[in-house]
Structure formats: C-alpha cells, structure tokens
C-alpha cells in the first residue's frame, strides 16, 4: 500500500469521520457567531460570544451582576455581548427606548419559568391583554391617598410596624441575656415577618399572622405576646419564599429544560420543608379566595374575582404577590438597618431630623429629607431584582450609543450595573444619603445633570407601564418602618456581625444564607 493510500485510509477512518463529524459544525458554528452574527460588531468576553454557558453559570453561581458589572468596566463600553444573542446595556438612555416608549419592548422566553402552579401571573405575564386585565383591577388599592392613610395611627401599615417593633425589642432583650457570642438578632428574618403580615393584612384584610408565630387563620389579631425562646423559628412562609428565590438560579434556562430539571430535582431531592410551606401560603390564600366576596369586598382577591379571574388562579395571583410584596421590601428594609447600624453618624443625624418634626403620627414621612434620603440610598444598594430586567428588541432594532443592536435580539438593563456606575453614583458601594440631598460631597451645588441621570438610573421597582404595580405601597412601608426603627432607639449599641451584605444575585435577589445578624454590646 501506498503512503497516498494509507492516508486516505486513514483519514476516511471511522474514528476520523466521527471526529470530523463532530468538531467541523461546531467549527463553523464558533466561526459564525464570531465573525459573521448580527451581534459580532459588538464587544464581549471570547467564551460568551460562543455560547450561552458562561451566562447560564453565573446566573446559577449567583454572581452575574458583579461580571457584568466588571466586564462593562473592562470593555469601556455601555453594550456588552453576553451571550451569543443577548446583551447588556449599562446606558441609563436605554431605559427609555426599552422600558418606556410605546409600552416598552416584549418581555423574554425566560419569564415563563416564573409560573406559579402553572398559571401566569401579573409579575410574570408576557402578555400585556392578560396582565392589563388583572392589574387594573387591583391598580386602586395602591393609591397613593389609600397608602398613606394604611401608614396612619389606626392603619393596617402603621398596626404590622408597631408589633414588629414589639417583637424586636423582645428579640432584643432576650439576645442580650445570652452568652456575648450568642448574643445574636436576625433582623432579615425580621422584616420578613413585618412585611408577609402588612402585605396580607393590606391586600387581603386579613394578616396570615407571621409577626406573632400563631397558627396561620383568619381569626383576628391577638395581642401581641411573645414567647421569643420557642417563637424565633423560621416564619412558615420563608421556605416558600426562599425556594422561589433559589429557582433563578436555572431562571435563564430554556423553558422546556427548566421544567424538566426541576421536576427532576424535585424527585431526587424531595423537600418535604418546601412542600409544608407551600401548604400553608395555598391554604391561607384559598380560604380568603373562597370567603370573598366580589359584591361587597373590595381586597385584591375580591377585585379579581370581580374582573373575572376564576377561582384557581385568584388563588394562585394571591400567592404570587404575597411572595413579591414580601421579599422584595424585606430585602430592601434590611438594607437599610444594616447601614444605619455600619454607620452611626448616619443614624444619629437621622435621629436628630426625626426629633425636630417631633411623634406626630400625622406627618407625612415622606416629606422629611434626610429620611428620604436614607430610604433612596436603600433603594439604591437593596435591589430586590438586581439583575437584566429581559426585553426582546422589535424587527427594526435599537441604537444606542452609536451603536446598532439588531431586532430579536435579548437586551436588558440591570439595576445592579446602573445603581453601581460610579460616573453617576460617586463611591457606589458606600452608603452616603447625601447624595440625594441638593448639597454635594463637599456643600456645593450638585450639577443638574447629574441630578437627573441619578434619579433616571435609579430603578428599584423596574420603570414603564410594567413596574411594579405595588411601588407606592412598598416605598412609603419602607418610610414609615425606618422611621420607627430610628426612633425607638433599638438600633443603639448594635453592630453587624459582617462588614457587607453578601447577596447572591438571582433574578429575585438572596442574602447568603438567608439571614443578617446584629448584635448588641453588652
């Protein structure tokens, strides 16, 4: 045989055309989407511009919004090729064209792995005919008038701090009757309990009881008295909610492939705390769906009821924002008594600004600067969704920056990327309230420009006809809470027991380990 013949034999062996098989279309495909894709013009890291795995990791690993972040800072640039067919945008011009303009642009594949029990819900809806439906309906009960007569003396907001307050001190006191390292509070665990009761208690009239450990009923509030030693265990609810934070880690799979996987991990690793839990949000929020009354009533289980949205799903709409309200303001809350607590100037001056409008329970919080100021900087550093809000671009594209994204492309602005851009927000990992006031870092004037792009990028609720319909109720709990926190005194002595809050950046964010401790000194 000939050396022209064994290396044709050769090469047309079977291991070689397997081999050629294989390796020459993923050639051509690495090939593609390197030089010849719609989205080749624009800058990324080499793997991500290949394939969706590098973007799939870091959303999994929980660390996607500090790469992207880095990444944006590495490449100089305002838009990020993250994935073959997905960008990042840290422009806040973006917002506009995006979000805003026309009802904004569709939303991705990916909200579908936001499904509640099967069903759709207004937080999740790709379709803005159904979401219109069902927000309108319940868009009254977050006036701004309704809210803020919820934060009066006699409100339900007002009623759910007040035993909070009661059960901090509680915790508080017991805390410090144990041994200095033991000595500890878990003040997420807190706001978790403040806000699953003012969320239920003002949308359901009825509160699913968290603040007070009792059995979940619908029977009325009982005074509160607290057995901190036996009442301090994980709320009800929390495995419920957390599971649901925890499901963003595979949020950016394909619909079909996450359903699939977490049927599977359901079946390995069956968790049977997870399912308890499950079962008593359904049964609080079917018993209120079954006792409304659409006639008469006017909760948000009633006001769906009467739009015409059916039993099943009410049922399942009232879960879903039970989740939202309760996690996303949690976070935010806890954010800022950290801060408060790594910063003792801060709350002192606080402190100082809440005596000159003295207890009087009819101020308007809101109207009170410095506060104000606090509660935007927690905003700012407490995103609740601190990653891509998804948007998928229209059939004529968007430019931005002088630059040209092509239609069907997956675009999206972080709030993590924007809230930490330091050539609008100076030292973006500080807390500095001050920022928000018309003094700059030294008293002067702060540019108007600058003014307007902090308060263009600051998006902790989202922007557009599709924020969160809940935004008035949410900021003015946060006034309110803050307020009272400060004014109690509790916070005295404390400290952190980290120097940082550790998030763990899903599409709903986590805290690592999912609580945050303070202690006080002896």
């Keep these: 045989m000939t050396y022209i013949q064994a290396a044709f034999s050769a090469f047309f062996s079977p291991s070689v055309s397997i ?27 080499l793997l991500a511009r290949i394939s969706s795995l590098p973007l799939y990791t870091i959303c999994f690993l929980g660390i996607e919004c500090r790469v992207l972040e880095f990444y944006h800072r590495r490449y100089k640039v305002p838009v990020l090729r993250i994935a073959p067919n997905a960008v990042s945008i840290s422009d806040g011009a973006a917002l506009h064209p ?6 904004g642009y569709p939303k991705t594949a990916r909200y579908e792995n936001f499904k509640v029990g099967g069903h759709d819900t207004i937080f999740s809806s790709r379709d803005p005919a159904y979401r219109d439906v069902r927000a309108k309906a319940v868009a009254p009960l977050f006036a701004m008038s309704r809210v803020r007569a919820a934060g009066l003396e006699a409100g339900i907001i007002r009623q759910c701090i007040r035993t909070f307050m009661q059960r901090f001190e509680c915790e508080k006191a017991s805390a410090k009757k144990r041994a200095p390292e033991a000595a500890k509070v878990d003040v997420l665990g807190l706001t978790y309990r403040l806000m699953m009761d003012s969320v239920t208690g003002y949308l359901f009239g009825h509160t699913y009881g968290a603040l007070e450990e009792r059995p979940v009923s619908l029977a009325p509030a009982k005074a509160a008295s607290f ?96 989740f ?22 801060i709350h002192e001056r606080l402190k100082k600004e809440l005596g000159h409008f003295g207890k009087d329970p009819a101020t308007d919080p809101q109207t009170i600067a410095y506060l104000r100021a606090v ?17 998928t671009t229209p059939p004529g594209g968007l430019e931005i920056g002088g630059v040209h994204i092509p239609g069907g492309t997956d675009v999206g602005l972080a709030p993590y990327t924007l809230h930490h851009n330091a050539e609008v927000f100076a030292e973006p990992f500080m807390f500095r309230p001050e920022r928000w006031l018309d003094e700059g870092k030294e008293g002067t004037c702060r540019p108007e420009r600058l003014r307007r792009e902090m308060e263009r990028d600051l998006i902790p609720f989202n922007v557009g006809l599709r924020a969160c319909i809940a935004r008035n109720f949410a900021v003015h709990k946060l006034f309110v809470a803050t307020k009272a926190i400060v004014e109690s005194g509790v916070l005295e002595g404390a400290r952190t027991c980290t120097n940082t809050i550790e998030l763990q950046e899903f599409f709903n964010v986590g805290i690592k380990d999912h609580k945050l401790e303070i202690i006080w000194s002896s």
């Design 19 to 45: 081999t050629l098989c294989t390796c020459v279309p993923f050639a051509i495909i690495v090939f593609y989407r390197l030089f010849l894709h719609s989205l080749s013009h624009i800058p990324g890291p």
């Design 98 to 103: 995006i979000y805003v303009a026309g009802g």
């Design 227 to 322: 057995n901190v030693e036996s009442g301090s265990s994980k709320m009800s609810a929390l495995p419920f909610i957390f599971a649901i934070v925890e499901a963003g880690r595979f949020s950016l799979l394909p619909n079909w492939l996450f359903s699939t996987l977490s049927s599977i991990v359901d079946w390995l690793f069956p968790n049977e705390e997870f399912h308890h839990s499950l079962e008593c949000v359904r049964a609080f929020a079917m018993r209120l769906t079954e006792e409304a009354d659409p006639k008469i009533d006017d909760t948000y289980q009633a006001r769906l009821l009467a739009a015409g949205v059916a039993k099943p799903e009410t049922i399942v709409q009232c879960m879903a924002v039970m």
């Design 324 to 345: 939202a309200g309760t996690d996303s303001t949690a976070v935010k809350l806890v954010t800022i008594i950290f801060h408060l607590v790594r910063n003792p100037n």
């Design 375 to 391: 509660v935007k900087e927690g905003l700012r550093l407490g995103m609740a969704n601190p990653g891509r809000f998804s948007r």
